[in-house]
Structures are given as structure tokens and as C-alpha cells.
């Protein structure tokens, strides 16, 4: 009595049929998720900008008496460009400012979410608060 082998046996049709469904529902579920995952990361990514643009306000107005544009942070080495050597590319920045008020705003641009926005003002107030208390916008992926 020797072991006896036997030859693997293929799959069929019908099964191939199956896994290939199956999988067809995995990426269904999966594809969307994982987009959303990547722009919230793209957001938290925009809100640091953001946030160090905020501080760069503060600071350039105990320097200055007030409020500056992007232009006027950067040109006076407050904070590095955001749009600068591409270094965001699926955001623009601007940052308005007078005498006791600013707002900086990020823009969404290209991708599914083009054209929404993030801002902020010395105030941090806005409409419902974006990311618990700072941030204010109109981006779809508001907490």
C-alpha cells in the first residue's frame, strides 16, 4: 500500500465566477473609502498650512500694526510660500489681510473636491467650525 496521489483538479467556471464576484464587491466598498481616506489626509495636510499661516499673521501684525497678505508674509520671510515650488498641489492659498483682520483661505483644486475651501480669520468664527473649533469652509469632509 503506497500513497496515492491524486492530481489537483482546476478550477471551474463557476467558481472563478464567484471569486471574480466577490472581489467586484470588495473593490466596490473599498475604492471609496480609500479616496475619502486620502482627502481627509490631504485636509489635515492643508489645515498645518493653514494653521502656520495663522501664526505668521499674528506675528507680522505685533510687528507691523496689522494684518498682511500672503504676499506681505512671504515677501517679509513670516512663512515659506505654500504655493511655491508646487509643494501643495491639489491646494491654493491666499491670505487677505487689513489693519485688525485677515482670512486665509485654501482652495481644492483639481480632483473630485475641486473648488471647495478651507478658511480661517483672526477670529477663528465662521459658520459651523471645520476640524472642532479652528477651521471653517466649505470642504464635504467637515467633521
Known amino acids: 500500500m503506497g500513497s496515492e496521489q491524486t492530481a489537483p483538479r482546476g478550477f471551474t467556471l463557476l467558481e472563478l465566477l464567484i471569486v471574480v464576484v466577490i472581489v467586484g464587491i470588495l473593490a466596490t466598498v473599498a475604492i471609496p473609502n480609500f479616496r475619502k481616506s486620502i482627502e481627509k489626509a490631504k485636509v489635515k495636510d492643508v489645515q498645518a498650512a493653514l494653521s502656520a499661516v495663522s501664526s505668521a499673521e499674528r506675528v507680522y501684525r505685533l510687528d507691523q500694526g496689522g494684518y498682511g497678505t500672503l504676499a506681505n508674509l512671504t515677501a517679509n520671510n513670516y512663512i515659506a510660500d505654500p504655493d ?49 473649533k479652528i477651521y471653517d469652509g466649505t470642504h464635504p469632509l467637515r467633521d
Request: glycine content about 18%; aromatic content about 12%.
Open 84 to 132: 511655491a515650488g508646487n509643494s501643495n498641489p491639489d491646494w491654493s492659498f491666499a491670505a487677505a489681510g487689513s489693519g485688525a483682520a485677515y482670512t486665509a483661505t485654501a482652495t481644492r483644486t483639481g480632483g473630485g473636491y475641486n473648488g471647495n475651501t478651507i478658511l480661517i480669520d483672526q477670529n477663528y468664527t465662521g459658520s459651523p467650525a471645520y476640524n472642532g
